[in-house]
């Protein structure tokens, strides 16, 4: 449990870090190492736990929708997260759960990038934290606690998470903000101790 917890953290965090290495640095190496980073933790989660799994396809399959895989770095991160999951295969998930959570990703990729939703505020910060997905999360996640107080409570075709699985994605987001809040700290620290270069 802490480890996942520590995962779905490094992940998030590493995440938004490599984004912004290649997206606002252009700096394709130090964006590699923090994708790796990433990759493994998600890998790792991905390989062992049909929630995860489903998350974070979606959140590939998403952004690959969206056509935010356009960096080699990205790339890169993407061949070698496709690689574990062929090497070691990943456990039984839900094709509607990972529909839903996809087109959740999806729309928050869009509304994102949306520029006529900027002036609106509320719809800005919606899609700015990406709370569609936090939505079918959480509505997956309680419809599995729910299964677990009431055994017959079934979604016909629907694999439901395990509640846990909300907080762990929650501090997924709350690294990944953080990241995106301290990366230009971290970044001019980097270049100061080992010189960092794209």
């Not at 995962?7 to 700096?27: Q, T, V």
């Not at 998930?93 to 959740?104: K, S």
């Not at 999360?137 to 699985?165: D, E, K, R, S, W």
């Not at 971290?186 to 101790?193: A, C, E, N, T, V």
Request: charged share 15%; proline share 2%; net charge negative.
């Amino acid at each position: 449990m802490i480890l996942e917890a520590v995962l779905y953290a490094l992940s998030g965090f590493f995440m938004k870090f490599s984004d912004d290495a290649l997206d606002m640095e252009n700096n394709t190496r130090l964006g590699i190492i923090g994708g790796l980073i990433c990759v493994a933790a998600i890998g790792y989660l991905s390989v062992n736990f049909a929630d995860a799994a489903t998350i974070f396809l979606a959140i590939l399959l998403g952004t690959l929708l969206a056509g935010k895989v356009d960096k080699l770095g990205h790339l890169v991160t993407l061949a070698i997260f496709v690689g574990i999951l062929f090497i070691f295969g990943i456990p039984e998930i839900g094709l509607a759960a990972l529909i839903i959570c996809t087109a959740a990703a999806w729309l928050d990729e869009v509304g994102n990038d949306r520029e006529s939703l900027k002036g609106v505020k509320i719809v800005e910060t919606f899609f700015q934290y990406r709370c569609v997905l936090k939505i079918a999360v959480l509505v997956l996640a309680v419809g599995g606690g729910l299964q677990m107080i009431y055994p017959h409570f079934q979604i016909p075709g629907v694999n439901l998470f395990q509640p846990v699985t909300f907080l762990y994605f929650i501090l997924f987001d709350v690294a990944y903000e953080m990241a995106g809040l301290k990366f230009n700290r971290i970044y001019d620290g980097l270049k100061g101790l080992y010189r960092v270069r794209g």
